[in-house]
């Protein structure tokens, strides 16, 4: 087998990896800036791809890691609400046109899922649930061995599953939704709700607040802000929850910015799932765990997508 | 091949069927009556597997759908409500023992989502969504063409998704399940309890009325009745909503009693869905249908089970 690229296409930086089959780490990586809101998202993707593409072997295919929405059948990005060169636009049949082999795509949440499941945290487990808590919260599921896709595609979209009918709207418009109880921003915006119904707490009414301040503040023991964590938990539970209803899997993996935070999450996390899960043989050996990648799961995701679809096809 | 045998075990009714290969009618057939509270249950099975058992031709496995908690991988019930004799009993190893051939077991509705998967209203579809709506909600799940099952065995109980935090108790004794809005008793449980509220409506307030009695008045024109309706409909599109996003199936087929009303259920139920459902590619294509092989979805699904195991572990 010849070389795999993989591509992940983050907010603020575009990377490239080449990886030679059976190596874990990767033979050349180029890290360039998105520039997600300027033309030529599409040019840079792929100069950062020639410069890590062997020049001295075969390049087998390409795979790509990439905010949604998108179809990963077709490999066609839907309209995005970050970058607009890819309104609409064919990444993967593009790519292939230009380096003439297969390429791939899925969204960032399900090939961080994939990478933890090959090589991270959810290694040699059948059945995994990820989640990614940061501006937004994103879901990937494994089941017997296989990436759950969905026939559109949009399988996974844990973030936007109902948690309450009637609570607050979320990013995407809808009311209720997991992401806006758990997400960092969901975090702020209940803080600044509460200052301004008058709660006593060290922060301020600042528009510009982060989540990353608020759990600061509760480090020091801001009772508004560990309330606010602790609401993100117990809402995170109620959904995690359902997830185990769902999908029964073995382990649970968490990955973004929010879930770094520890215990101000994660105790009432513990408790809140704890009290939901209607039969207790879902916790029989259940793991739950920290994503171990880090921000390489994406491009190692997207690498193994490769890996797959090319076996698939052969 | 030889003959498969598939077991179906209801709270009334324990029918066996023998499915020659390729054949879609069974080539015997039995129905006994479960007497699920007296003991022999486990007996009464076996008695109506050797009258449906060929005399001329080997036995290849048994299938068996049962109503749950179980444990498809051990072929193991676990602690039953309904049928004593089963708590904690090895039915599967027991079959084996006594026919000497392999034998599955899962619940009963992810067995008829199997059945409706290969015999019935989904067919050719590759992820499906199966809900069965009757004294509890039941939930079953194709990805890929495969029936999801979990680590536990125990996934897709969807049924027991937190739809509502604060909701009413669930008949598992948890708080704000999709049963608890929109199963039968759900739909008694809310007509009721607003009739001791004072609401006006044709019905009286009595313990013995079903869901049956509901929709009866619903279609003569009662306000409460038809609220009662609309409300689980409600929540039944919330409920689907999330599963869409979780699952993406390219159809969701309604089985059980309830499902059978109409639109008095599922005008409400589309409504809530289009109003729920966050992108709407979700939609596209999406096909919403009533299960087509009615009581013997079990069957067959059961029958599939254990074609499918044999092929595996051949």
Redo the contacts between chains.
């Keep these: 087998m010849g070389t795999i690229i993989a591509v992940d296409i983050g907010g603020t930086h575009l990377r490239t990896a080449a990886y030679e089959s059976e190596q874990f780490e990767p033979s050349a990586y180029r890290r360039v800036k998105t520039l997600a809101d300027e033309p030529g998202v599409f040019e840079r993707m792929v100069k950062a791809i020639e410069e890590v593409r062997p020049h001295d072997g075969p390049l087998d295919g390409i795979g790509v890691a990439s905010p949604g929405?998108l179809d990963p059948h077709t490999g066609h990005m839907?309209a995005t609400p970050n970058i607009k060169q890819f309104d609409n636009f064919p990444l993967a049949p593009k790519l292939t046109e230009h380096f003439g082999v297969p390429a791939f795509l899925d969204n960032d949440a399900n090939m961080a899922c994939l990478g933890e499941w090959k090589y991270g945290a959810a290694k040699g487990h059948?059945?995994v649930l990820y989640l990614t808590i940061s501006t937004g919260i994103g879901?990937g599921?494994i089941?017997?061995d296989?990436l759950?896709?969905?026939?559109?595609?949009?399988?996974?979209?844990?973030g936007?599953?109902?948690?309450?009918?009637d609570g607050p709207p979320?990013s995407?418009?809808?009311r209720g939704?997991l992401e806006s109880f758990s997400s960092g921003p969901a975090i702020v915006k209940y803080v600044l709700k509460e200052l301004e119904n008058g709660a006593k707490s060290i922060l301020k009414p600042d528009p510009n607040l982060n989540a990353k301040q608020v759990a600061d503040a509760a480090l020091r023991g801001d009772a508004l802000a560990i309330a606010a964590y602790r609401r993100a938990g117990e809402?995170l539970g109620?959904g995690v929850?359902?997830?185990l209803?769902?999908?029964?899997?073995?382990i649970v993996v968490f990955g973004g910015g929010v879930s770094q935070v520890g215990p101000l999450l994660f105790d009432s996390f513990h408790a809140s799932l704890r009290k939901?899960v209607?039969?207790p043989?879902?916790l029989?050996?259940?793991k739950i765990e920290m994503a171990a990648l880090g921000d390489d799961a994406g491009l190692l995701g997207a690498r193994t997508l490769a890996e797959q679809s090319l076996q698939a096809i052969r």
Excluded: K, M, W
């Excluded at 759950?148 to 844990?158: D, N, V």
């Excluded at 936007?160 to 009918?165: G, N």
């Excluded at 209803?245 to 073995?250: E, K, T, V």
């Design positions: 929405p839907l059948h059945d879901g599921v089941a017997n296989r759950l896709q969905g026939y559109h595609g949009l399988a996974a979209e844990l936007h599953t109902i948690v309450d009918p979320c995407c418009g809808f939704h809402y109620i929850a359902s997830f209803h769902a999908f029964d899997p073995s939901r209607f039969h043989r879902y029989d050996n259940l």
